[in-house]
C-alpha cells in the first residue's frame, strides 16, 4: 500500500524489542500517522526467536508486513537478521546489533553459528553492523541495546526528533529515561547516514 | 498497559485487541469478568485489573468456573465478560452449552482468542464452530477499533436476545496494536436478581421450552444480522467478490483494495438476507477466513453456488498478506526479495535459573521421563532435557500416567512421574490425583510449584496467596490438598538441591503407593535478583565433559573448538548455581546471590 512504511524488529525473548517497537509507535502515532502493531505471546517469548511488525502511514489495513515488502529491518540480534532477511524488500536496509546469542540448536552442537556478515553479503542484503553490545557497556545499561537499534532506525525514518523524544519520555520509566535518550542520540549517529 | 499514548490530533489511543476488549468491557458498564490465563488471551483481564477498577475481576482457577460465575452475577442483573483461550472454551463447554438454553439476565460476552499457526497452544481449533454447536451467536472482530465496539454490542445483543455471546478474536487481532478511538463508561445499574427456577433449572420438562425457545432465538439473529452495522457489503471494481471476517478483512483489504466486498462481522448464524444480496450479481466469489472453511460451507450449502476458498486458501496455520495475494491477485506480487536463508532453529527454552530446570535434569539422571502438562515446564521435552513423554490438555499429566499404569504396570510408574505446574494441578490436576489414588494408581506426581501462573507471563492463582490486583487472598495448600486426596506420601524439595532431588525421585519412584513430590522454587520472573553474579570457569579445572550443556541453559554453549563451556554474562542468572553444582572437576564457580522474592519465599 502506497505511503505505509514498513519496520520489522526481532531478535530474541527478553531482549526488549516490544519497548522498542512501542518507541517506534508512539513517535509515528505522534506524528499524526495511522499505525499497527503486531507480535506474538506466550511459549514464543521463551528465549525464542520474536519478531514485531510495524507499520505506520497514511492507512494502514494488514497488522503483519508480506514478505521482501520491509523497508526496515531492525536486529537486536545477529543470526536473527539473517533469518528474517526475506522479510526486506530490494532496496531494503538492515540494522543490526552485533551481539550474538547461541540458539539451544547451537549450544547442543546440533548446528553450528554461520557467519552472518558473509551469509547477508552473499545475498545481497544492504546492512549496516552497530557495535551496541560495546556502546551499551560504554552508556553503563547493558539493557539499552534496544533503545540504541532504535536511535539508528529514526536516522531512517522521517519522523522528528520531537516526537522520538516525546515516544521515549511516555514509554521509558523516568529513571531511566536520561540513559536511553543517550543511547537513541549515539544509536542515531552510529547508523552510518 | 502503561500510560496511553494520545495522539497530537484525533484523541485515540494505540491498543492492542486485547485491551481494547478491556476498554471496551469498561465504556459498556460491565460490572463482572473473570477468566483462567490462556494465551493470547490473558492480557484482556491484566487490563481490566490494572486499568478499570469499576469492575470487579478475578482469576479463576479454570475457565468453567470463571464462566459459571460470570452466570450468575448475570443472573443478578450484572452486565459480565469472561475471557479464555480456544482450548479453555473446551474447558468451558459444559456450562456454555447448557448456557445457551437459560440465557442471559444481565449480558454475557465470552472472549474465545483463538490461535491459529499455534504460537502458543497445543491446536488449532476455530471456535465457531463450538459457537455454532453451542447455538450461540458469534463476532469476529477485524481490528482493535471493532475489539472494543464489539464488547458493548455484545452485550446488548445478549440482553435483546437473552442469550450468552461468544467474542471471537484470533492471535492476530488479540495481540495487534491499532489507533482505537474511546469514549466514557456508560454506567449501567445491576438489574438485581429474580427467582425464575423455569427460566433457570434445565430440568427436561423445562428446558424442552428452552430449546424452542433457542431455535427462534437463530432465525431472529438471522434477521437481526441483515441491518447489523458491522456486517455491510462495500462496493468495487474488482474481477473476484469477496467474503470475509475477522483480521482476514483486513488482509484482503491490504493486497486487494478494488474488491467488492462482503464484510461479516456476526458470523453466526449469517444473516442471509445480506448474503443473498451480496451473491446477486456477484461474478466469481472468493472466502477468505482463517482456520476452517465455517462461511463457505454454509454458503455453498445453502446457495448451491460454486463459492470457493479453502481451495486457494489452507485451513492451517495462519494467514498473511502473502497467502491472500497469492489466493486473489498472484499477478500484484512484488519480485520476491531475497530467498529464506537456512539458519539454526531457535526454539524457546527454559530460563537461565528455571527451578524446573533441576527437576528435569535429575528425572533425566535416574533415567526417568515424565507424562507432562501445559505450562512453561512442557519444555522440559527439548534436547538436551528431553525428559517428557506426553502432553495431552490442561491436567492430563496424571490421568495419563494412571492410564499408562493400567495397560503396562509397573513399566510406566517406575519410568515416568506426571510432571504438572501449580496452576495446572489447581486448574484441572486435583480431579486427576483424587481419580490416581481412588483407582489404585501407584504413580508418582511431581508438581512444579514455581509459585505462578508462568507461561503466560505471570499470573497469580488460589495457590499464590494473591489475586488479580495483586492483594493478598486466601491461599490453599497444596500438601494439603494431596493428603486429602487421599496420598501418603507427599514431598517438599527445592528443585536445585541436586542430591536431595535425586534421592526423593529413587524413593518415590521406587515405591509402589501413589506419591505426591512437590519441587517449589519460585519462578525466575519474581526474583528481584542482588548482584550480579555469574558463573566463571577455570579453564585449567575443565575436562571438556559438557556435562554443564547437558542442563538446557540458555546461558551455556560449548566452543567445539576449545573445548570448553562458555557463559553468557548477560543472561546467566545471579540466584542459580546448577552449572556449578553439576561440574564434576570443581571448573565451574558461582558464589551464591539469594537475591529478594515477590513472593516473599526466601
Redesign the interface.
Known amino acids: 500500500m502506497q505511503g505505509v512504511t514498513d519496520v520489522l524488529l526481532c531478535g530474541t525473548g527478553g531482549q526488549g524489542i516490544l519497548l522498542a517497537s512501542e518507541v517506534l509507535c508512539g513517535a509515528a502515532q505522534l506524528a499524526g500517522l495511522d499505525v499497527k502493531k503486531s507480535e506474538v505471546h506466550g511459549m514464543a517469548q521463551r528465549g525464542g526467536s520474536v519478531t514485531s511488525h510495524v507499520r505506520f502511514g497514511g492507512k494502514v489495513w494488514s497488522p503483519l508486513i508480506e514478505e521482501g515488502c520491509a523497508d526496515l529491518l531492525l536486529a537486536m540480534e545477529k543470526l536473527e537478521a539473517l533469518r528474517w532477511s526475506h522479510f526486506l524488500k530490494k532496496t531494503g536496509k538492515a540494522l543490526i546489533c552485533d551481539l550474538e546469542i547461541m540458539p539451544m540448536t547451537v549450544s547442543t552442537g546440533q548446528a553450528q553459528y554461520p557467519d552472518v556478515e558473509k551469509g547477508l553479503r552473499e545475498r545481497g542484503v544492504d546492512f549496516v553492523m552497530i557495535p551496541a553490545t560495546q556502546e551499551a557497556f560504554a552508556l553503563g545499561d547493558s539493557r539499552v541495546i534496544n533503545t540504541i537499534l532504535t536511535g539508528a532506525a529514526s536516522a531512517y525514518l522521517t519522523l522528528g526528533t520531537d516526537v522520538w523524544m516525546e515516544a521515549l519520555r511516555r514509554r521509558v520509566p523516568p529513571k531511566a529515561l536520561e540513559v536511553n535518550v543517550r543511547a537513541f542520540e549515539r544509536g542515531r549517529q552510529l547508523a552510518g547516514v | 498497559m ?2 496511553p ?1 494520545n ?4 484523541g ?1 489511543l ?1 491498543l492492542s485487541g486485547n485491551e481494547a476488549i478491556a476498554r471496551g468491557a469498561w465504556e459498556s458498564g460491565v460490572h463482572f469478568a473473570s477468566a483462567y490465563p490462556g ?2 488471551s ?2 484482556i483481564l491484566e487490563a481490566i485489573g490494572e486499568h478499570y477498577p469499576e469492575i470487579s475481576a478475578q482469576w479463576a482457577p479454570n475457565e468453567k468456573v470463571a464462566l459459571e460465575t460470570v452466570a450468575g452475577a448475570s443472573f443478578g442483573g450484572a452486565r459480565v465478560l469472561s475471557a479464555m483461550k480456544h482450548v479453555g472454551l473446551n474447558v468451558a463447554a459444559d456450562p456454555l452449552f447448557t448456557l445457551s438454553y437459560i440465557g442471559a439476565t444481565g449480558g454475557i460476552v465470552i472472549v474465545s482468542a483463538d490461535d491459529p499457526g499455534m ?2 497452544s497445543q491446536n488449532e481449533q476455530d471456535n465457531r464452530l463450538m459457537a455454532r454447536a453451542a447455538k450461540v451467536p458469534v463476532l469476529e472482530p477485524s ?1 482493535s477499533q471493532e475489539a472494543l465496539d464489539l464488547v458493548g454490542l455484545g452485550l446488548d445483543i445478549s440482553e435483546k436476545f437473552d442469550t450468552p455471546v461468544i467474542l471471537r478474536t484470533t ?2 487481532t488479540s ?5 482505537v478511538q474511546v469514549g466514557p463508561r456508560k454506567e449501567v445499574a445491576i438489574g438485581g436478581y429474580t427467582r425464575d427456577p423455569r427460566r433457570r433449572i434445565p430440568i427436561p420438562a423445562f428446558a424442552k421450552a428452552m430449546h424452542a425457545r433457542v431455535e427462534r432465538r437463530i432465525a431472529a439473529l438471522e434477521e437481526f444480522g441483515d441491518s447489523f452495522p458491522l456486517n455491510r457489503i462495500e462496493k468495487g471494481t474488482a474481477p473476484l467478490s469477496i467474503v470475509t471476517s475477522g ?1 482476514s478483512y ?2 484482503v ?3 486487494y ?1 478494488d474488491a467488492r466486498i462482503l464484510k461479516l462481522t456476526l458470523t453466526w448464524p449469517l444473516p442471509w438476507g445480506l448474503v443473498a444480496r451480496f451473491l446477486e450479481g456477484a461474478g466469481e466469489v472468493r472466502v477468505v477466513e482463517e482456520g476452517e472453511p465455517f462461511l463457505e460451507e454454509q454458503i455453498r450449502a445453502r446457495f448451491l453456488l460454486p463459492v470457493e476458498g479453502k481451495k486457494h486458501i489452507p485451513v492451517e496455520g495462519e494467514l ?3 497467502i491472500v ?1 497469492k489466493a486473489l491477485a498472484p499477478a500484484t506480487a ?8 537456512e ?9 537461565p535459573g528455571c527451578p524446573h530446570r533441576g527437576a528435569f535434569w535429575t528425572l533425566r539422571k535416574v533415567k526417568a521421563s515424565s507424562t507432562g502438562d501445559i505450562g ?1 515446564y ?2 522440559g521435552l ?3 532435557l528431553d525428559a517428557m513423554d506426553t502432553t495431552v490438555c490442561m491436567g492430563a499429566s496424571i490421568g495419563v500416567l494412571s492410564g499408562l499404569e493400567k495397560a503396562v504396570g509397573r513399566e510406566a510408574t517406575g519410568r515416568l512421574v506426571g510432571a504438572i505446574g501449580d496452576s495446572t494441578f489447581v486448574h484441572s490436576g486435583i480431579t486427576g490425583l483424587i481419580d490416581h489414588v481412588y483407582n489404585g494408581g501407584t504413580g508418582t506426581i511431581m508438581i512444579m510449584d514455581n509459585g505462578i501462573t508462568a ?3 505471570g499470573q497469580q492463582h488460589p495457590a499464590t496467596g494473591r489475586n488479580l490486583r495483586g492483594e493478598p487472598a486466601s491461599k490453599i495448600d497444596l500438601e494439603t490438598v494431596c493428603r486429602a486426596c487421599g496420598v501418603k506420601r507427599v514431598t517438599v524439595v527445592d528443585p536445585h538441591d541436586l542430591p536431595r532431588m535425586e534421592k526423593v525421585l529413587r524413593e518415590e519412584l521406587a515405591v509402589e503407593e501413589p506419591s505426591v513430590i512437590i519441587t517449589r522454587r519460585p519462578c525466575v520472573m519474581l526474583r528481584k535478583p542482588g548482584k550480579r553474579v555469574t558463573a566463571e570457569l577455570d579453564r585449567e579445572k575443565c575436562i571438556g565433559c559438557r556435562r554443564c ?1 547437558s542442563l ?1 541453559c ?1 546461558a ?3 566452543d ?1 573448538g576449545e573445548k570448553h563451556p ?1 557463559v ?1 554474562r ?2 546467566c542468572f545471579p540466584e542459580c548455581r546448577l552449572c556449578a553444582d553439576v561440574c564434576p572437576k570443581g571448573a565451574l564457580t558461582k558464589d551464591y546471590d539469594r537475591g529478594s522474592c515477590d513472593a516473599g519465599c526466601n
Not at chain 2, 539458519?343 to 530460563?351: D, Y
Request: hydrophobic residues 40%; contains cysteine; charged residues 15%.
Open positions: 502503561k500510560e499514548l495522539t497530537v490530533t484525533g485515540g494505540l494465551t493470547p490473558t492480557e504460537h502458543s481490528d492471535t492476530r495481540h495487534s496494536m491499532g489507533v483480521v483486513a488482509y483489504k491490504e493486497v483494495p498473511n498478506p502473502g495475494r512484488a519480485e520476491p526479495s531475497f530467498a529464506p536463508a539458519v539454526p532453529l531457535r526454539p524457546p527454552a527454559l530460563c512453561c512442557t519444555l527439548m534436547a538436551p507461561m503466560t507471563g550443556i538446557g540458555p551455556l554453549s560449548f567445539a562458555v553468557d548477560m543472561i
